[in-house]
């Protein structure tokens, strides 16, 4: 059996879950030979370089205009733009499919899932497709051609419940979470990670996540930080900076001002967010459907920062309404939401507690459990 996985670069989330799906496939279906494959940079290498640096810069310094359009592109001339563009694209994606003959096509991403089902209702591919909605709420970009799809992957009942009103067929939705990695459901050496990153087991854990590869809301990610940061006597930070040399100057200069090196410990980037997880009491990020998904899985709550207007914005709301996560705001005390927090261990284990209520660990393993048991 030949299978096609399809992603594009805009964020990382939509990669993370296709690497996980690729990975579960060569780990428990040797019959099955897997691709993974950038389909806007096979598409159009100008066209994806232009949209993946617009998405970023955007998000990065407009984030108000780009939930103006992510909201807008549910009707409307923009998404005609959309339809018409994957038109166009789907000319070279046609000869893709045409040249690998793939048995299963799966997409991450809402473009490629709209090209294989312009496609396949113009009678160009006939392959089986599977979409992966890499959120906690749906957007109408993903169903566009959804007649023509025969799985889609949803994270939550309450979006299984919306496809449904929306039209879409009860058999063909299957709410298995999003797909994250394997790694998130092992049981970790504690002590050893704590040793390793020289830890001391007495004190709570915080992993902080500066904004990965945005670096969004600089100035609010700092104040959140330093809120932390005046109670590290009683707890422990790792801090993840990202690419942003700004941001970890800053976080340094932070950590020196009150005087907690031995408390807070920073990092431009992790490979070991997984063990890290494992020890961790509480994370702070902004709500990317990976990261939050990857922090249910863990137990971990989430303290919600920074989310993009739009996809980001309906997860945080997806979280904070089943009491897993506390969504921090422009406006909010920042010092007294962190005081409070961490001063209430009652609190901290009711919101672990709903964490793992509405994780799903296994998602990656049922989603391909779905579509290849039957192989």
Request: hydrophobic residues 35%; glycine residues 4%; aromatic residues 10%.
């Amino acid at each position: 059996m030949k299978v096609l996985i399809f992603y594009a670069k805009y964020g990382g989330g939509h990669l993370s879950a296709a690497r996980s799906i690729e990975s579960c496939i060569n780990e428990n279906y040797k019959n099955i030979d897997v691709e993974l494959i950038d389909f806007m940079e096979y598409a159009s290498k100008e066209f994806n370089r232009i949209t993946t640096k617009a998405y970023s810069e955007m998000a990065k310094k407009a984030p108000k205009t780009w939930g103006h359009l992510y909201w807008e592109s549910q009707k409307g001339p923009l998404a005609h733009i959309s339809t018409t563009s994957n038109k166009i694209l789907s000319i070279k994606l046609k000869k893709l499919i045409t040249e690998k003959k793939p048995d299963l096509v799966i997409s991450t991403h809402p473009f490629s899932s709209q090209i294989c089902g312009f496609l396949k209702k113009h009678n160009k591919i006939n392959c089986k497709i599977a979409t992966i909605i890499t959120d906690f709420a749906s957007h109408d970009q993903w169903l566009v051609y959804s007649n023509y799809i025969d799985y889609i992957f949803v994270a939550c009942n309450e979006m299984e419940q919306e496809l449904f009103e929306k039209g879409l067929e009860k058999n063909k939705i299957f709410v298995t979470g999003i797909p994250i990695s394997s790694k998130f459901s092992v049981n970790y050496d504690k002590k050893n990670i704590l040793k390793d990153f020289n830890l001391n087991p007495n004190k709570k854990v915080i992993l902080f996540f500066g904004g990965g590869e945005f670096g969004l809301g600089k100035n609010f990610t700092l104040q959140v930080f330093q809120a932390f940061v005046k109670y590290s006597n009683n707890i422990q930070i790792i801090a993840i900076s990202g690419k942003n040399q700004k941001l970890k100057t800053a976080f340094q200069n932070i950590v020196l001002e009150n005087h907690s090196e031995e408390n807070v410990q920073i990092f431009e980037y992790t490979n070991k967010v997984p063990e890290l997880m494992s020890i961790s009491s509480l994370v702070v990020t902004k709500p990317g459907g990976l990261t939050s998904s990857e922090s249910l899985a863990s137990g971990l709550p989430i303290v919600i920062i920074n989310p993009i207007p739009g996809q980001e914005e309906q997860n945080a709301e997806y979280l904070e309404k089943n009491n897993s996560a506390i969504w921090i705001k422009k406006d909010d005390d920042i010092n007294s939401i962190v005081n409070n927090l961490l001063s209430d261990s009652k609190k901290l284990n009711e919101m672990k507690k709903n964490a793992k209520l509405i994780a799903k660990p296994n998602s990656t393993y049922n989603i391909c459990k779905i579509l290849f048991n039957n192989q």
